[in-house]
């Protein structure tokens, strides 16, 4: 099994900052990306900024110039830094993994708790 352990989310005002950070840790065989997606209420999820293991980095249109990822390896570490953020970016903030678990090697995603970031006006 993977077990995903998050930390960071909490109430900022507008124009502050959060940084969200997310271990993995467990059975892991392989992972392939890591990442953040968010959820508000009545909306779907939907994906943040995520990271490959080639470094391709992926940013949604909404936070593009304002978050930044990144991915440490060899902790099996990704973190994510929120500049300058909204009252839209109001959500619940979940760290996926995309990887498989030993012995199998079938890749499947894996999902955090979730965090809670709320950003008051």
């Known amino acids: 099994q993977v077990q995903l352990v998050e930390s960071g989310g909490g109430l900022v005002q507008a124009g502050g900052s959060l940084t969200l950070s997310c271990t993995a840790s467990g059975r892991i065989y392989r992972i392939d990306s890591m990442g953040w997606y968010r959820q508000a209420p009545d909306n779907q999820r939907e994906p943040v900024a995520l990271?490959?293991?080639?470094?391709?980095?992926t940013y949604h249109d909404s936070v593009k110039g304002r978050f930044t990822i990144s991915r440490d390896s060899t902790k099996n570490m990704v973190s994510l830094r929120m500049d300058s953020l909204k009252p839209e970016d109001t959500a619940t903030y979940y760290c996926?993994?995309?990887?498989?678990?030993?012995?199998?090697?079938?890749?499947?995603?894996?999902w955090g708790e979730g965090t809670l970031v709320t950003v008051s006006s």
């Open positions: 996926k993994v995309h990887g498989s678990t030993w012995p199998y090697p079938e890749v499947m995603d894996y």
């Open positions: 990271v490959t293991n080639d470094g391709t980095i």
